[in-house]
Each structure stands twice: as structure tokens, then as C-alpha cells.
């Protein structure tokens, strides 16, 4: 039988925030890296938030990471997490939240990719376009957790 999903990447990461909002660029800044380092499996996406259209990206996909900045100060800089589908709505279509993304993909496309939420801690917010020193920290910190521990933990899942 002929393979029917859309691309034959496993693994996507939706960063989510603002590289010109300092710290608020850290899901990007981690999808950069993750990009450079030439993961066959993995595929990036960059959005400023997330909305109800990309329910349907995340059912081509065994699995996915939503990497945001968080403003609270994380245990060790970083938290990944599983991020359980939910049932809520907002007023508008945009700036939803990945547990809304990952409910409408189950019960939309009858997809069940498992998904998780990486935070990553930040301290400023202002305009401008790089990261403060804690940031980067944090930065450092949850992508060698996220390729050392993580990616090894999940691919062998991967179908």
C-alpha cells in the first residue's frame, strides 16, 4: 500500500513567539538550531501564535513539540511537558493554545499525534532582537536536555 501522508518527517516543532521581542523569540531561536543541526526527521515551523489552521499540519506527524517562551522562572530553566488536548475556544480563531490545536486535530482529522509543550524560561521582553544572557542560559540548558535526552527517548516511537 502506498504511503499516504503528506511528508515523510516524523517529528514536527512548531516555535511559537516574537525574535523581535527578545526572549519571546526563544521557540524560535530553538527551531534555528534544531534546523542547522540537519535532523532528517524533524521538521520546523515558526509561527507568532498559534492558530486553528494548523490542527491540520500537526495529523501528517507522529509527533509534536510546541517550543514558547515562558515568563515564569522554570526549575532549571526549561519544563517539557505533555500537552493534553483541551476543549476551550477563543473569541478569535487566532492565538490559540496548543492544547486547543492538538483537540481539534484529534477530533477534527481523527489524528492523535503525541505533543508535547517545551517552555523555555526568559526574562525580557522589550524590542529588540536578542536574547538577555538568562535567556540564552535557559536556551543552552533545554536544548541539550531536548537533543541528549529527549530526541533519543522519542525516535525509536516514531513510525
Not at 38 to 44: E, H, K, L, P, S
Not at 108 to 134: M, Q
Request: with cysteine.
Amino acid at each position: 500500500m502506498k504511503n499516504t501522508k503528506v511528508n515523510s518527517k516524523k517529528l514536527l516543532l512548531i516555535g511559537i513567539g516574537n525574535s523581535g521581542r527578545r526572549d519571546d523569540g526563544l521557540g524560535w531561536e530553538l527551531l534555528e538550531r534544531i534546523s542547522n543541526a540537519g535532523y532528517d526527521f524533524i521538521d520546523c515551523e515558526f509561527r507568532y501564535q498559534l492558530q486553528v489552521e494548523d490542527a491540520a499540519a500537526l495529523g501528517n506527524y507522529d509527533a509534536v513539540v510546541f517550543v514558547d517562551a515562558c515568563r515564569d522562572e522554570l526549575n532549571g530553566g526549561f519544563d517539557i511537558s505533555r500537552c493534553v488536548p483541551s476543549n476551550h475556544s477563543f473569541f478569535s480563531t487566532h492565538a490559540q493554545s496548543p492544547g486547543a490545536i492538538v483537540f481539534l486535530t484529534n477530533s477534527v482529522y481523527r489524528k492523535f499525534p503525541r505533543a508535547y509543550i517545551l517552555a523555555i524560561s526568559g526574562k525580557e521582553w522589550g524590542l529588540e532582537s536578542s536574547l538577555s544572557a538568562t535567556a540564552e542560559k535557559n536556551l543552552k540548558a533545554a536544548l541539550y536536555f531536548f537533543t541528549e535526552h529527549f530526541l533519543p527517548a522519542i525516535q525509536p516511537a516514531l513510525t
